[in-house]
């Protein structure tokens, strides 16, 4: 196909010296005849190889888009922290589109313009080599002028991205955060700051736009310039007789040719330069190794639930200069209540967080029945571990589908039952649809009372043997706390880990640790922690006084 449309210049010339001699019917018909031959094979042959490429980038997409995916949802929590989720969607949709595009689209012209170039390489040496030399010194002069221009291309395509994924930030915290932001009526402000990252992206655009109109000023200049050297030293090869008039035709034709090809491979190299940026990006997050050992194996089949917290020392991977847990050693006893209670920063939820396996410890370890929390298989640990926050997260869906969320085969009387527990069986009977009632976006429709029952439900659904509650029923009223903590701290034979800031909330815990700037300096009863009349104590009277 490549080369069959390489010798529709040839034939052209060749015509012309036909007619520019004694007429000869033959062989006009037979040039006629190859040249409808090559142009309805090359155009048949162009229109499958672009149909493939097609069907390339649209599979390529979706897979990309799926192991990204699937590479970030497995990152620990540092990455998440670190990284802004704008910046994550921005790569998942944008970048992801840039590079598959990129890679197939690429290679599909780029191969074709190589071949396309070699072949009328040769038939412009066939032609007349002095010409074909005096046309070749233009590619190195379109080369240093395109790799000039590269240079600075991809450094602003790469601030390029960086804007959009900085506005796409803007629009997500504001949605999240409305009910902030019309409670501090900050409408106008949040509105101003998006124009202002919309105004820059436009900024680096016209920027990038003006000097690629001032590239393709000088290119097309320097390219005119050639061409009229060119014609000058063809027509004296044609008064010298070192070629025809038909031969010069063709050799035009070539020229032009193939200098829409060069052009289109110096585009194409600089085209994939500009995608270095996006295809970087996704290909570092999507072999990117998370800080976070999940490929334990352990999974018994009976668990008591005994935590050990052994000597653990903790610095978050972003302030390793901050030792935020020091030297913490905790007993989590099967049956028993154990509070952890502290000023905000003491460390608490750091404790939740270890134990839950978010982040690896810096020394020390954690340990589940004598052995490390890492070696228990992902599913079985935070099966048998669940944690209930203080603000839950639910999810769109129905109320069913947030109990049993990454739970499968649930019947519907273990959905009840983990309800019920939850307090939560009461006013899920009371909407419209009972347990298919729609909770909205993030919960929306329910109160912050309502979504802290679901949480506990859909802990409770998987029969955890260490069951962690931080500050889980804040919202609910003191009535509903006391029916819940009846239920969940009495009588059972797991592991109850409570935090909370109400000191009522944890009196009755078998066993009270007090945390101060990341060390344990009190543990005990309530009663025998209000006779020493120490830091709990003094957490107590705050509390009292609040």
């Keep these: 196909m490549i080369h069959g449309e390489t010798l529709l210049p040839y034939y052209t010339g060749r015509l012309i010296d036909i007619l520019g001699t004694k007429y000869d019917l033959d062989a006009f018909t037979w040039a006629i005849f190859l040249v409808c031959v090559v142009s309805v094979g090359g155009s048949f042959s162009a229109g499958c190889r672009g149909g493939l490429f097609t069907l390339s980038i649209s599979r390529m997409i979706i897979r990309i888009r799926g192991l990204l995916f699937s590479s970030l949802v497995q990152q620990d929590l540092a990455f998440f922290q670190e990284v802004k989720t704008g910046d994550l969607t921005s790569r998942l949709s944008k970048d992801t589109t840039m590079m598959s595009d990129a890679v197939p689209l690429n290679a599909n012209v ?3 313009s190589l071949f396309k170039v070699i072949g009328l390489y040769a038939f412009m040496l066939r032609l007349s080599w002095r010409l074909t ?10 080369l240093a002028a ?3 221009y590269d240079v600075r291309h991809k450094r602003l395509l790469q601030a390029i991205q960086d804007s959009i994924a900085c506005s796409g930030e803007v629009v997500r915290e504001t949605v999240s955060s409305i009910e902030t932001v019309r409670s501090f009526a900050t409408e106008g402000e949040e509105s101003q700051r998006y124009d202002a990252n919309l105004n820059k992206t436009h900024q680096l655009k016209n920027q990038k736009d003006m000097e690629r109109a001032f590239y393709l000023l000088i290119r097309r200049l320097l390219h005119l310039g050639l061409k009229l050297i060119m014609l000058y030293c063809g027509y004296q090869q044609i008064l010298t007789g070192l070629v025809t008039k038909g ?12 200098g829409i090809y060069v052009q289109t491979l110096m585009y194409m190299y ?3 330069l500009s995608n270095v940026g996006a295809a970087k990006k996704v290909f570092e997050y999507l072999y990117r190794q998370p800080a976070i050992y999940t490929e334990g194996i352990w999974a018994p089949k009976f668990l008591e639930g005994h935590v050990s917290f052994r000597s653990v020392f903790f610095a978050y991977p972003s302030r390793p200069e901050i030792q935020v847990l020091q030297n913490v050693c905790l007993e989590l006893c099967p049956g028993e209540v154990t509070a952890l209670v502290g000023l905000n920063g003491s460390g608490k939820s750091t404790c939740v967080a270890l134990l839950k396996h978010f982040f690896e410890i810096e020394e020390g370890e954690i340990v589940l029945d004598g052995t490390p929390i890492q070696e228990y298989e992902h599913k079985y640990f935070h099966r048998r571990v669940a944690l209930v926050n203080q603000e839950p997260v639910l999810f769109s869906g ?17 959905v009840v039952a983990a309800a019920e527990e939850a307090n939560a069986l009461g006013f899920i009977s009371e909407l419209e649809g009972g347990f298919n009632a729609d909770v909205g976006e993030k919960g929306g429709q329910l109160s912050a009372g309502q979504k802290q029952r679901l949480a506990i439900a859909r802990a409770l659904i998987r029969k955890p043997k260490v069951l962690i509650l931080d500050e889980a029923t804040s919202a609910l009223d003191v009535e509903s706390e006391a029916a819940i903590q009846q239920s969940l701290l009495k009588g059972r034979s797991r592991t109850v880990l409570v935090i909370a800031h109400r000191m ?7 066993k009270i640790v007090v945390l101060e700037n990341g060390v344990i300096v009190e543990e005990g009863t309530h009663v025998q922690l209000m006779d020493l009349k120490g830091a709990y104590y003094r957490l107590v009277q705050r509390s009292q006084m609040e």
């Design 133 to 142: 030399v005096l046309t070749s010194i233009e590619v190195p002069i379109m």
């Design 110 to 112: 780029f191969l074709r």
């Design 146 to 148: 395109q790799k000039f």
């Design 247 to 258: 031969n010069l035709v063709s050799f035009i034709l070539y020229q032009m040719e193939v």
């Design 270 to 272: 600089g085209d994939v």
């Design 398 to 414: 129905s109320i069913w589908d947030n109990i049993t969320y990454g739970m499968e085969g649930c019947t519907k009387e273990e």
């Design 504 to 510: 009522q909330t944890v009196e009755n815990a078998d």
